[in-house]
């Protein structure tokens, strides 16, 4: 059974820092590129980051670009967020996502899923 469980969301004021991880079970981790996602209330679930499966590039939205940073442990069956200088635009719960061998910032062609984990920046 695959299991993606996000973790390290929380309420946090603007300006500060939060790091999500969400680790990975029933898969072969390092077969998976690995996306996050984030989806605010009343509105539809957008690409936030992805990163191949070696790790050896990343990609992120223009909104995060310079402030987030995606990141993996295949050792560990982890991925990584870490988010920076977080805006009140950045509240949404955060979604990361498995896709098979080829990353994508289309949410339809990740596989699975993990449950999510709210992360609230207050002004």
């Known amino acids: 059974q695959v299991q993606l469980a996000e973790s390290g969301g929380g309420l946090v004021q603007a300006g500060d820092s939060l790091r999500l991880s969400c680790a990975a079970a029933?898969?072969?981790?390092?077969?998976?590129?690995m996306g996050w996602f984030r989806q605010a209330p009343g509105k539809e679930r957008e690409f936030v980051a992805a990163?191949?499966?070696?790790?050896?590039?990343?990609y992120y939205a223009d909104s995060v670009k310079g402030r987030f940073t995606i990141s993996r442990d295949n050792a560990k069956n982890t991925v990584y967020l870490q988010m920076n200088s977080l805006k009140p635009e950045d509240t949404a719960v955060y979604y990361c996502?498995?896709?098979?061998?080829?990353?994508?910032?289309?949410?339809?062609?990740?596989?699975?899923w993990g449950q999510g984990t709210q992360v609230t920046v207050s002004s």
């Open positions: 996502a498995a896709r098979w061998l080829q990353y994508s910032i289309n949410d339809v062609q990740y596989r699975y």
């Open positions: 029933g898969i072969t981790f390092s077969n998976f590129a």
């Open positions: 990163i191949p499966r070696s790790g050896s590039s990343t």
